[in-house]
């Protein structure tokens, strides 16, 4: 592995093997970010830096969020190749099914918990110290219109990213004065693969909950993601939520004909 440094600056991109971490890895590629992308299928990472700008700029690793050992070897990794990490992006996170609370599946709740939140608490803490040391950092997290608004079918999923919005206030609070930026972004129904999980498969089901309707996209969202990082070190944007135009809440869509 060669080691590359003194690059401008990194960024660490999870959920990388598809979807909003895809485009957020393209996106910050286009700008000459050096990146290290982790995602469960290290197949679809590898593919996506052999087609980035400059790929001998690019790390890719397993990553599994419901593993702390995966958490560890991952952050470690990036710092040993880049010897920093500027702005953490987590793009990582999965809804299970939507089952009411009396119905749901312990161990997707704990998969969800694990996932959503404190493998997200787990990299910041991983990266945190290096970013105090070097004065400077941001990191950026992917919630959800979920955590804003109690709905049926969510209480699991929901709870574990209201949960990481309070760690991200909090975590402003802690870094208060190092140079640290902190922002959530929550957004609404958007066109990627993590619906027709949550749906469990069931393209029909998707294609029922899209249609009459236009959602946002994952380039969309990047350029969302993008916009927060681009800013001058001095500006911090808290919290961000994004929405598709015909959308209000979770349950609360407006279908064309």
């Known amino acids: ?59 890719t690793s397993a990553l599994d969020l419901t593993s702390l050992p995966s958490i560890q070897s991952f952050t470690k990794s990036a710092q040993d190749r880049f010897g920093k990490v500027d702005v953490l992006i987590n793009c990582a996170g999965v809804a299970l ?32 110290p290096g970013m105090k040391e070097q004065g400077s950092g941001h990191v950026i997290n992917i919630g959800a219109l979920a955590a804003l608004f109690p709905h049926p079918g969510s209480a699991a999923y929901a709870s574990a990213k209201e949960g990481i919005r309070m760690f991200l206030k909090c975590l402003r609070e802690d870094t208060l004065g190092a140079g640290i930026r902190v922002t959530n972004i929550d957004p609404g129904i958007t066109d990627t693969g993590f619906a027709l999980t949550r749906f469990r498969g069931s393209s029909e089901a998707v294609g029922k909950l899209m249609e009459g309707f236009t959602p946002l996209t994952s380039r969309d969202m990047a350029e969302c993601i993008w916009f927060a990082a681009s800013l001058p070190a001095h500006v911090n944007i808290d919290q961000m ?17």
């Open 97 to 128: 099914g939507r089952e009411p609370a009396d119905q749901g599946n312990l161990e997707e709740w704990r998969t969800m918990v694990e996932t959503d939140y404190f493998g997200p608490m787990a990299l910041v803490r991983a990266i945190l």
């Open 1 to 59: 592995m060669n080691i590359v440094k003194d690059l401008a600056k990194v960024a660490m991109v999870t959920g990388a093997s598809s979807g909003m971490g895809m485009e957020t890895a393209r996106r910050f590629a286009k700008e000459g970010y050096g990146l290290a992308l982790g995602a469960r299928s290290v197949e679809n990472i590898e593919k996506l830096a052999r087609s980035l700008e400059n790929p001998d700029q690019v790390m």
């Open 241 to 257: 939520t994004v929405t598709p135009t015909d959308q209000s809440s979770p349950t609360r869509l407006h279908k064309r004909q």
